[in-house]
Each structure stands twice: as structure tokens, then as C-alpha cells.
């Protein structure tokens, strides 16, 4: 109840509640089947999906991947492997690298960020913590493993 009160944040009674409209959804589920529905997504949305990295399971129906003016991944070559939101519906051509990718908005357009999760992205990001808890070891509850 505090973090609704401090937030301004509302429960929604379903998917289709808490996505239409939006300008923003983020997926994060290890669903088999997808979350929500392609007619629920409005155009100039961003949809953000970072669950169910396996080639046989996805969050997104196979329309809204072949409605999004552009599609970014982590890598393209990990996608075709395990992007089950993409090889089920059997669409690249708006798939690219994020690397790649020009900063715009289209308020027209749905553009859709897969995230594979590469492990190398998982090292930097423990590196980086690692690092800050060495430089920082009183920002740690336990400080006798952050030192020097």
C-alpha cells in the first residue's frame, strides 16, 4: 500500500486494462503463450519485452511483431536463436541490432525492444556493482565484504 500511495499507482483488473493507452509496456514474464493482444497496443507505443527467452515461448502475439515499424534486439544472431516472440512469428525484416538503432520517435509507428539478456551484458553490470561497492563501502549493508 505505500509504494501505490508515494507512486500514484493504480491496479489494473486486466492486461488489456493496464496496456491500452499506454505509451509505454513492458513485459517481463516466462509466458508460453502471449500476455497480451496486438489490437490492445496503440500506435507511437514502446514496447519493452524481456521475458521468455526461448525459441518455442513468447510474451507477444506474432501480429504486433509484424505491426512494429521497429523491432531492436541485443543481438541479432542470439535472437534467431532464442527470440521465441520472433521466430514464432517468423519476422525480420524490422528486426535490428540495437547498436544500430537511430534515436526518433514516430508517434505512428510501435517500436518494440527485445532484450535477449546477453550473459556478457550480466558481468558488466555485476562488474560495475562490484565496483561501486568497493569505492563505496558504506552504501552496503554488509560492509566487511566491500573492501579494498
Not at 14 to 27: D, K, L, P, Q, Y
Not at 43 to 57: I, K, P
Not at 62 to 68: C, E, N, P, S, T
Request: with cysteine; proline share 3%.
Amino acid at each position: 500500500m505505500l509504494f501505490r500511495s508515494e507512486c500514484s499507482v493504480t491496479a489494473a483488473n486486466s492486461a488489456e486494462e493496464a496496456v491500452r493507452g499506454a505509451n509505454i509496456v513492458v513485459t517481463a514474464t516466462n509466458a508460453k503463450d502471449p500476455v497480451l493482444e496486438s489490437d490492445w497496443i496503440s500506435d507511437g507505443t514502446l514496447v519493452n519485452a524481456m521475458g521468455s527467452n526461448v525459441a518455442n515461448r513468447r510474451e507477444l502475439p506474432g501480429h504486433l511483431v509484424k505491426r512494429a515499424a521497429l523491432v531492436a534486439v541485443d543481438s541479432l544472431e542470439q535472437a534467431r536463436i532464442e527470440a521465441g516472440d520472433l521466430i514464432l512469428a517468423d519476422s525480420w525484416s524490422n528486426v535490428v541490432e540495437l547498436q544500430n538503432v537511430e534515436p526518433h520517435y514516430d508517434p505512428n509507428h510501435i517500436t518494440i525492444f527485445k532484450s535477449i539478456g546477453l550473459g556478457i551484458e550480466d558481468v558488466a553490470a555485476g562488474a560495475f556493482i562490484y565496483e561501486r561497492a568497493l569505492a563505496t563501502p558504506e552504501r552496503f549493508a554488509d560492509r566487511s565484504r566491500a573492501t579494498r
